[in-house]
């Protein structure tokens, strides 16, 4: 951590400042340039928060964190090696991670019936996935609008496991419900909504389950990855990042700004998987194959992907579901977009299934 | 609700989406322009989904809902009547509101030590605040950060209300300590984190509290009313709106950027009392005094000042404290800005206790 | 364009603004819904502007403009067919567009010698580029900055075209300048900071020479077309898209946030080529690879990138400078994923010179 | 500045970094940290760009800018001292400054007619604006909005001030057009769109009539202190600087977002005069006045206000126009919180004219 003093700081503010930071068992240690006085803190300040120091004198202009303030998730915690999140489904374990091949989640919103859920998955295992995504609960905007069909929901997504082997996904709004949902869920999805619930993060970070953080709406990198870091730092390091576009100024068009250049950023800073749901990120059907073509030649690592039956009777977020038959298609073109800018070797997604259970 | 169909749209198409809609109970009335032709939807529409409405065509340029997503928090639900929330405390009812004078909150960022959290109060009583806030659960972006003292600051809290007879307004994190608190607090605060955690502000409507529901560091206006008005669907109607500054491009010199336009734009859209944060609005004590004044210009309701004793050792946001005589000198000014803005007769801090309890 | 009216708007008021409308050749056709009037105007409206008609009365909520405000750039305007911007160089005629091979654009941010601008020309010339950009007059945040060398500048990139054969694209950045570029360049840029600087546009629009038109750091998707509207209107339609990065809310690990989804996006609504520069997008080498592919992969038509003999000496932009060895990786890359993402059949980039001049 | 290492970055390549900084005349000093070492450089680094220094290697983490990009228009250039923009006009010289009564300047956003703009003005005079604003060049996104009357305005506004007295401001939006506007301005404004025209801004700084800078829409505070650093190294140190709204997420009931922390902020920064415009801030002229109050209450230098003689015909800007009978009530509420919120003792503005000329 480094603080800069303002020009014209009186030594003796300094001195005092020095002082008090030799207190918490930190060096301080300054240096004069032209115009201000820096000093440079040594020894272990990664939990120091910079507020602290900032209000330690009203000579100090600003205060820069120099090191991280995530620790486990960094990519240096693993000495520069990736993580691998592996799942096992009743299909068998499914590996995320950067040297494995892109794994495929895709899904309804929100689960309507039984019978929608069930066919679904039997098409989707068809085409390739390994994941089935679908809400029991769902977080809406509007306190009038479907709120998903709930503990319901859970029963009809395993019996879709049941029926088809692939694993589920499915999100989690509270603490009260996680153990419920973690009964049926191969993984467990915090939504964007979420990513700043504490309690829940906290809460997931102590039990098993893998968990799919998502990127909050408006949260920055850093504040995404010490999010894991409450997970990981709570005894779950099974986590897999997901990006679902970003809040920016322009809404006309798309529902979000899908931030691809995540996934470049995250695999220098973090050892963990990366995924991206171009479905949220756009709120349109017509752009999510480009988008999830650029994703996979970008390096994603999973890709989680909106399909409905029959998209125009969704009973939420329709206009960004594809249909299956659309996914199929997207698939083959995924799977060719997967060999071909595959400086990591990744694999092609049939062989994401190491070993059966 | 509008639906604009693209150019070219075939006839045959217009005439099933049409029939979809009337099958909803909702009246379709086609317009046919120049270029595109558009379908307008007569009927209740306040409960349709603009996203089913949109997943019905492809041919769907776009849905424009001309009804507003919110309702019994609208202006219009009380026939222009602003609405008034009154709080009983130890020292009289206190009453936020369009007609009342201005209502001062102040206190530091959490709570740190009994002696700490009296003597503050006590201080602030003199100058005039009527509650006094203090952290006991705090969400810090990070898990290695102070996470608040807890129930042991609930206590603490308690015996500075005996004490003083300042109202408490304290946050709630999650669903499972909403009792606790409630038990401790007059208002409960749900923060910028939590606003888009619909479980937790269900739960808040459920329960008598009145509730201080922070705007999310990156929700629009129409979000935030809607927040509100799950806790209002769920049967409480005692709610506070406060801005605290939203996140923007900039945050070089200020940690957010206080949106104050939400005053007379919430006037217009809700009988909410408004109330404006601008510690956390600037991020930096030397910002508050400009800001805070020019909130009471603006016509804010009330006003949430972080103040700690000594805001060089606060273990949290000590940047952006006043300590208590700058908090007294702000005072006297906003109590002038308060008596000279005022073209809707609001009364002076003093009179705001209207009657012993 | 529609007009909602407030609530409890007076029939007198509606009738008022009706006639007015229909003063201007327009029908304004009223449709009575539960809560709301809603006026619908009927004819050509396009060159109507939304904040004329806002201002007839103050009991209009809203005005809704549903015709595009863009004309000639809309896809509509060539009946959906993708136009093609055919520039002619040295080494051949080079066509920009949607049924065309991606063409690749190189060199570094500013002009820097003649030797170097050379040697780095032969050096792209051989790895595949078409195009060398270099920059002649730069826009510099802070007047300390290099500024670019000028007219001296554009001699040297004169030469390197003559040398190597490859097309030149360069920055104008104001009126004054702009016949002087247009002398050596075979395309004009407008860079992000002058997309709003409609002088310049209108300047572009009235000679001949093709247009790159980099979109502002926080234009919108229609602003940024009606900037090509600009140049379209004034004659030239000759015209290039380049995303480049906007700005959000978080740049602490990349300069900008490069919006990718504006591929399948601008597919839609114009039929104009788009390019991506992935290196100011980013801001970092290191990502560039990265969001390379996936700018392909998502169906770019050009792709222009920072490359440096040197990036360690660059004057200008070294951090997301690729060397000319990274390229010639980079390029190998690019093909790869071009030759599998090829839904519509782009070509490799060795077949992108079609004829000889 | 400093240089931020990556963790385990080699001795040898930081021995390597120190001597190439050594070779610029600036002292390269090394600090050893637990995890990192950090180099700060001493000396005049003010002219030194931050992405030079990070181009010197891949090992580098971060370069932290530590002294302030601007330096003219710093305050610290001043030593501490406000500076004033005494402006002369027929009716006396008007002084911009801290010390001084706010300015008022008011008029329609574009010269529509003679008549109009000296009916205008007539009536602003007697309310106690200074000066008038009205546009002949005017900067529109759409090439179909009507674009200014030019030179003709230019006249009309020359007549209304002889007439009045006012002096004038007007926009430029051209070097080639700024000669023309400076025979009848008194005050040239820079717009938003053109704050990063570096062209327009160097001609402005060569010549000697005062400069009304606003804000570029998603300028950062820095960018915009170096557009005006840009004027004055130029030569011209008459310089206002204007915020108009910034562009946030959130544009559904505002055009913009009015930031009115730059108030607080630069003060601290610069010494140059700030002026606030509410009604671009806002869009909407019933959200005008609470605006307008709140920039005084927060410190303005001077207020800009849209007013039109009758808003509803207004060619341009329509819903965020005054009529001049709003305007005079909002003047008598702006003196009463002019008077209030003076801790720096703002006269009246009845008493800012000072002497006539």
Redesign the interface.
């Known amino acids: 951590m480094?603080i800069?003093m303002k020009?014209k700081t009186p030594a003796i503010e300094i001195q005092r400042i020095s002082e008090e930071i030799n207190g918490w068992n930190i060096i301080a240690?300054k240096?004069?340039?032209?115009?201000?006085v820096?000093i440079?803190?040594?020894?272990?300040?990664?939990?120091l928060?910079p507020?602290?120091v900032?209000?330690?004198?009203?000579f100090i202009?600003?205060v820069?964190p120099?090191?991280r303030?995530?620790k486990r998730v960094s990519r240096?915690f693993r000495n520069g090696e990736p993580s691998v999140v592996a799942v096992p489904t009743p299909n068998g374990v499914v590996q995320f991670g950067q040297d494995f091949p892109v794994v495929h989640i895709a899904g309804p919103c929100s689960v309507e019936s039984e019978s929608m859920i069930i066919a679904t998955a039997q098409k989707l295992k068809q085409v390739g996935a390994k994941f089935l995504r679908g809400g029991a609960y769902k977080?809406?905007?509007?306190?009038?609008?479907?709120q998903g069909h709930g503990e319901s929901a859970l029963d009809f997504l395993a019996t879709a496991r049941e029926q088809t082997g692939l694993g589920i996904i499915t999100e989690v709004?509270?603490?009260?419900d996680l153990e419920k949902v973690a009964q049926v869920a191969d993984i467990i999805q915090i939504g964007a909504?979420?990513m700043?619930?504490?309690?829940?993060l906290?809460k997931a970070g102590s039990q098993s389950k893998p968990i799919f953080l998502k990127r909050g709406?408006?949260a920055?990198?850093?504040?995404w990855l010490?999010a894991a870091?409450?997970i990981i730092?709570?005894g779950n390091s099974n986590i897999i990042l997901c990006e679902r576009g970003?809040?920016?100024?322009?809404?006309?068009?798309?529902r979000n700004?899908?931030?691809?250049?995540v996934?470049?950023?995250l695999r220098?800073?973090t050892h963990l998987p990366i995924a991206i749901d171009p479905s949220h990120?756009?709120g349109r059907s017509?752009?999510v194959?480009?988008?999830a073509?650029?994703?996979?030649?970008?390096?994603a690592d999973s890709l989680m992907i909106e399909v409905h039956p029959n998209?125009?009777?969704?009973?939420?977020?329709?206009?960004q579901?594809l249909n299956p038959e659309q996914y199929q298609d997207l698939m083959a073109?995924m799977i060719?977009?997967s060999?071909?800018?595959d400086?990591r070797t990744k694999l092609t997604p049939q062989s994401a299934v190491l070993t059966a259970v």
């Open positions: 480094i800069v020009p240690e240096s004069i340039g032209k115009h201000q820096v440079g803190l040594i020894g272990d300040t990664t939990e928060e507020s602290r900032q209000a330690l004198s009203s202009e600003q820069v120099i090191e303030a995530f240096e977080p809406r905007t509007s306190p009038y609008a479907f709004m509270n603490v009260a909504r979420n700043h619930n504490y309690s829940l906290k709406m408006c920055t990198i850093q504040e010490l870091e409450y730092a709570a970003i809040r920016s100024f322009d809404s006309q068009f798309t700004t899908l931030d691809l250049s996934i470049p950023v220098t800073l990120g756009t017509e752009y194959p480009a988008m073509k650029a994703a996979i030649a970008a390096g998209p125009a009777q969704a009973l939420s977020d329709g206009p579901s073109e060719q977009v060999q071909a800018s400086c």
